[in-house]
């Protein structure tokens, strides 16, 4: 039960409208207040459990998303928030987007919605906590996603 | 046995110098450790034979006084002539009014007859750290100055380790000697050792530096003969007989307070106190061993050991007073002025200068207490201190550079150094080692004064500052792991001799104490402070510091954490960087706007604004040339 | 083409003109907007939007192919940004930029390379 | 040796990407650069495959904050193309969407800027009447944040006596609250430590470095898009610019604090003065031509430039957005700054990267 | 002193927060929750589809689907208006949070006895 | 050592965590209730630490957890050292170390910004320090003595001789408490612009171990408090609990600012007041009785 009671979200926004960013940080303050569940959005992913993402991914935000993913302990869980980070959104075809968040790292769960009610985030982090607890128990890892090709840009 | 101990004490060292000066350089490792042993074993040798006065009588003092005349003869137109000859004229006028106060003093003062030296617990202590500590560092510079010179494109070792050996006698000489005209040579023998030593470059910088050190330490030269020829009219030409005369009643305390002053004074000066500090700050150009060796263990404590040894002459006055506030001013001060620093040879000769201004500020404040206090942070602070030198000079060594900011990461380039360099920083700052005890003690003891005790809190705080800074720096693990240096035997043990030596030393503070410190303090001042050390406590009368315990506890946390470390499953993983880095690469390498890899870097915060050293340096002249002059006026009785 | 619907379009023939103008116009008081750039006939058209008391004012010139433009950064230290933009996005270069983002304001090695252009 | 450090584009002051690399010494920022392109989709080369009135959604999904008035500009810059006069109705109430968006905007931004300074209570209290706006759009227009109010040739969405009844209401209640946090921002002795003479840009330089919105008239220039002659609803509402002479980060917060009654005052006009009628005219046929169209976002002064030829889809899309024209001011701010004031700083150009990159 | 006056006046009152999930407010009727389908009147015209934004909509004439991303759509009720049957509508209830399987609503739609001509 | 002092030990041990542990829990609570919030449940921060440890042990570096160790046990030993009435200028000096081993850890993970956090947590050093040592200085000046005993045995309380020094403690607690306005380096929630400052390397056991030094760290804290009224116990912890709320309530009311602008405030007002104090007592001779 230790973890359900205790998720610290850390946010990424990685190529996101904002729209859903607001609503993230909606759900912590007092209207919706998550610290009843104990979430608290603490800034390094050292320390967090729940990874939120809002947005859809592009070129330049995928090494972000995979090395803030990479630094996060076990056990961990992502939480897609918002049509884009879902699927892509809106954006899915646009140039420079790659497309949701699930095409870079494994997703948990996803909440639907452009942009999803705090309500809905809310749902969202619950239904975390019990892939949490589940991942607890397994003992189930996150695999390491390594940046990948011209994603390491060459120095200059 | 105790005369020959003595005399081996000064002879073994002049010999050694001598056979450097003979021997080819081959040899010199070999030499050093010969010496290092010899000198141990001697040292410890005259601990084991005990205290004790030793006479010289005819027919040996006529021969070994016309030595010293010549001597002193020798020094006084050498640095005429040097002087001379780089044209620094401050430093030849000060050498001429030393020629004639010495004609002065030849003429008119009464001889004395028969000289002594006199061998007492304190005396031994310094004897154990010049001997011990010194042939150490000597050892430590067979293992760095081939280097050393190889960066300078120098050679002159052989003036180097002549000139270091034959310091090692005369300090030896000045540590035992009572007479105070033999004690007068020896000090300005090591003054001019120490010239030598600085200049030892033979840049511009370097001989600047050698000129100012000598120049300040004549003025302190000059203090102390005067003194001397006042003393010599009330009849009082030994360090001991100070302070018996001025027991003897009120009258003879007042006589002798205004040449005790300036013997103070010239204490003041050989230990770099406000205003005299900018020698031993320029000193700091010269090879790390002999900051190590002269700069900071041995000599300048010859300073605090004359001011301690007067002790009984001006304990309980209002002399007494002012020397505790001067010296806790410099201690305040100096450890400001260290904030600012970022040179770690300065920062260790401001540390050294601030932990000189506690020795005389203890010694000053004059109760037993506060005398143990001093002389046992003579012991801890020359212990930690050459620790601390000769690891800066490893490290600039390892990584080219002096800079604290450029060491960040050392740990994971040199650990063992790294370790040793961090024991000597946490010896400096905090408990149970032996500094921090001292420095407890003379807290406790100075807390009767409220001037001398909120500097006293104020400096402390400071110090925690300035060292905790570069602790930081050195144990952070940042650098990538690259050009581990070799380890030689000749660098890595001196070192891990005084790593350990501080362990030992703060282990045993209290039979320490109760050996050398108790009855020395006894000597001094009639009275021994009452200090229990039972259950691992060394108590006072007015608190406890119960440094076992903290030993247990560090044990412990050792424990704790060797227990844990797998418990955990650990994960080795990059920074965060705010996402934009990658772990193959550099770990602190981040992706800035340009699309490349750029390290990050992070400084220490310095204060230049604040506490910069130009500013402060000013105040600390004016307020301390106004604090000696008290101290001065106070001797003449106004 | 409407051109009525935006006003007070000046055609520009040359870059040093450009400069000149540009520089004319920070005297008169005028702040930079925007610069638009269009594809057109083989090259891109810049559309430089200036705004003086609620005014707008328009500077267009054609860019050759290959041919590459003065950057007004130097004048107008805000225009950098919407320059390095079409950097990435139009491939065009602009020389003298302040701050010379090389194409990789927006875009990164892996990203699609001149979207628009 | 000067202390390099990344900040952003995750980083937990900021929720959005902002990335700054910056060089510090003695604990002064000597340099900084921006690092761009974390949120960068494209959204202007998308309007090749989505005819124009999709773009609309599009537009409005350059960000979410100030999502509204994109779309309101956005389609008044397309009706400008097809040259047709939207009904007056439909005017007023794409006004009092707007200013509601501000309202919720600045609000957003105040709580934010009290968390850069650490000021997390306050943060809060923003926040929570924040809600109440939101509540109001929601009623209004169908979502909490992103509207889809306007479309090319009207408004989607009308509102009703009650909704009328409810703004008004809301606003009532709305102004004291403001009035509370206003007291801090503008009193509080840590609030004005921090604020008070940080980030100074003096008007004149503010004016070339073509900076927008708060941003500008925090220095005393009273450049407010509001006031031309586009768009002459918001003079027959009475409007007039919030201006603050100190051009340093406390002018800007006090700017904003104002237009926050501004826009109160101007929903109650626009409601007083709300016409009936038509919310639509039928918009028929393909947009030729080019325009462009200027509105003021919370940030600043947005500028669209449409340019149609003639098929289904517009032919290029620009879009100016004010963080855009204000992200230069950066780097004339930043150097001289405590690394503390690097958030502070930052924020009071109320950064929003989604508009910047679009 | 402001904000001491507002710390103290939120402690004495009860907090504001909505206690959700434990207790829900109703949504607002004007709110746009999600898409619902009614298969019963399509004609298969492909109109939601052309219209809908973030292509969110599939229908597939041949295998007579109708299909909906709803991780996608951004309940912009584009489709909704522009659907000549009226067979979508929108809710004022959320779509749900979920794992990828929900991701998509398909509706076969079943063929129509045929009208009245026959008759 | 006795039967009964291992009995306090091991009450200290296991007591002061769960006080601790309560503490913070209520000053989450109090504090979203001062934000209008509901707030976590009273023993969140216990299931913080219980989550904590059974995370991962994500490193940098495979000594940063060893320092923390240190933190952790010499907050106990000092808070021990409290209890058992010792020497307060060792106490103090103890404490350093507890707090310079969570510096040096900070530094030592080699983050960037967890190195800047640290500077700016030194810098902390030296201005609560002296006020610290200054009010150990009040107690022997008072009672002759630095070892606790003879304030917890006066009869009268310590407070009445040395209001300008409990005014500087209440400000030397809210520096170690880490809150605003002193959050600089390091904030409980990570919206700073250091991110977590000092601890932004560590995570789950590690900082867990730091959590619960924290624990330790407000007892010992508010046991300082304590001594001012040491002489009725039930009025000591009244005022400890007093002091606790005020520095909630002026966490919630204040922005965070620089530190270069809290050492101003400690070296001007602080000190100056602390050693007004001090003077006073000089001058005065008053003792404790
Ligand atoms: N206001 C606004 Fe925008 C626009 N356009 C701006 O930079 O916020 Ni997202
Ligand atoms: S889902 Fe909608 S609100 Fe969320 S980021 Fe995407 S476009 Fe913005
Ligand atoms: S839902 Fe409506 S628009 Fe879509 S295919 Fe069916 S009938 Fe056509
Ligand atoms: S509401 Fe909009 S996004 Fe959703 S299915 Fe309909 S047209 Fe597509």
Known sequence: ?156 | MIENTVMLLIIVPLLFSLLFVALPKSLYKILAWALFILGAALSVNLVLDGTGVVQIGEPNFAMLENVVLILEVLVILFILAVSAKYKNWPTLGLGIISAAIFAYTFSNVPKVEGASFNIDQFSQVMILIVNIIGTAIILFATGYMDQYEEHRHLNRQKTFYFTMSFFLAAMNGLVMADTLGWLFLFWELTTLCSFVLISYNMDEEGINNGFRALALNLVGGIALSIGIILLATNNVSTLSGIGTYAGTNAAALAAVALPVALLCVGGFAKSAQMPFQSWLLGAMVAPTPVSALLHSSTMVNAGVFLVVKLVPAYAGTSLGTAIAVYGSFTFVMCSALALSQRNAKRVLAYSTIANLGLIIASAGIGTPLAVAAAIMLILFHAISKALLFLCTGEIEHTIGSRDIEDMSGLIKKAPLLTTLAALGMVSMLLPPFGVLLTKWVSMEAASSNPVVIVFLILGSALTTVYYAKWLGTILSSSMDKNAVPHKKLETYFPLSLLGLAIVVTSIFVFPIYDYFVKPQVDILLKAAPAISGLAGEFTTEIGAFTYIVIFVVLALAILIYLATKNMFTPRMSSYYMCGENNLERDRLMFRNGLCSYEKSSVSNIYLQNTFGESKLTTLGYAISIILIAIALLGGIGL | MLDNVIQNVTDIKSMPEVLKTVEGLKNDGYRYVTMICLKANEGHELIYIFEKDDKLKHLRYFVKPGEKPKSVSGIYLCALLIENEYQDLFGLTFEGLAIDYKGHLYLTPNSPKTPLA | MTTVIPFGPQHPVLPEPVSLKLEIDNDVVVGVLPSLGYVHRGLEKFIDTKDYNQTMYICERICGICSGIHGITYSRAVEKLFDVEVPERAQYLRVINSELCRIHSHLLWLGLFADGFGFESLFYECWKYREDVLDLLERFTGNRVIHSMSKVGGASRDLTKEQIDQILKTLDDLEPKVKNIEKVFVNNYTVKKRLVGLGVMSKQLAYEAGTAGPTLRGSGNAIDVRNTADWDIYRDLGFKPAVAKEGDCYGRTKVRIDEIYESIKLVRNAISKLPNGEIETRVKGFPTGEAVMRAEQPRGEVVYYVKGKGTKNLERLKVRTPTFANIPSLLLMLPGVKLADVPIVVLTIDPCISCTER | MGMLNLVLTNISRKPATRLYPFEVRAPFKEFKGRIVFNPDNCILCGLCQKKCPPDAITVTKADKTWELNVFRCIMCTECVNGCPKDCISISNERAKTGAKEFIKIVVPIVDKPKAAPSK | ?289
């Open chain 1, 1 to 156: 039960m230790s973890l359900a009671k205790s998720p610290w979200i850390i946010h990424v926004n990685v190529n996101s409208c904002n729209g859903c960013d607001i609503e993230v940080v909606a759900c912590l303050t007092p209207l919706y207040d998550a610290e009843r569940f104990g979430v608290l959005n603490i800034g390094t992913p050292k320390q967090a459990d729940i990874m939120v993402v809002t947005g859809s991914v592009n070129y330049k935000s995928v090494n972000v998303l995979k090395n803030i993913y990479n630094q996060i302990p076990d056990p961990k869980v992502v939480l897609a928030v918002g049509a884009c980070a879902s699927t892509g959104g809106i954006f899915h075809d646009c140039y420079n987007v790659i497309g949701g968040v699930d095409q870079v790292i494994p997703v948990d769960a996803y909440v639907p919605g452009c942009c999803p009610r705090p309500e809905a985030i809310l749902d969202g982090v619950v239904a975390a906590l019990s892939i949490l607890e589940e991942k607890k128990k397994g003992n189930i890892k996150g695999k390491e996603v390594k940046l990948k090709g011209n994603e390491v840009p060459s120095n200059a």
């Open chain 6, 1 to 289: 050592m006795n039967m009964n002092d291992i009995l306090t030990i091991v009450l200290v041990l296991i007591g002061a965590p769960i006080l601790g542990c309560l503490a913070s829990g209520i000053d989450r609570r109090i504090t979203a209730r001062l934000q209008g919030r509901v707030g976590p449940p009273i023993l969140q921060p216990y299931y913080d630490v219980k989550k904590l440890l059974s995370k991962d042990n994500m490193i940098v570096n495979p000594s940063q957890n060893f320092y923390v160790i240190v933190y952790l046990v010499f907050i106990i030993l000092s808070l021990l050292m409290l209890v058992f009435k010792q020497d307060f200028l060792m106490i103090i000096f103890v404490y350093t170390v507890a707090s310079l081993a969570l510096i040096v850890g900070g530094m030592s993970t080699g983050s960037p910004y967890a190195r800047v956090g640290s500077s700016r947590e030194i810098m902390a050093i030296l201005s609560y320090e002296p006020v610290l040592i200054l009010y150990a200085l009040a107690i022997y000046l008072l009672t002759g003595t630095f070892k606790l005993t003879a304030v917890l045995d006066a009869s009268s309380p310590l407070l009445i001789y040395t209001p300008l020094i409990f005014i500087a403690m209440i400000v030397v607690l809210n520096i170690k408490f880490k809150k605003s306005p002193f959050d600089y380096s390091t904030s409980h929630h990570g919206h700073q612009e250091l991110v977590k400052g000092m601890t932004t390397e560590y995570g789950g056991p590690g900082f867990a171990t730091i959590e619960i030094a924290h624990f330790y760290e407000y007892v010992f804290l508010t046991g300082l408090i304590f001594l001012f009224w040491a002489s009725t116990p039930i009025i000591g912890v009244l005022i400890g609990i007093l002091v606790y709320l005020l520095i909630i309530v002026i966490d919630n009311i204040t922005a965070r600012v620089y530190w270069q602008w809290m050492l101003k405030l400690s070296w001007s007002v602080l000190l100056i007041i602390s050693i007004v104090n001090i003077a006073y007592l000089y001058y005065s001779q008053a003792k404790l009785v």
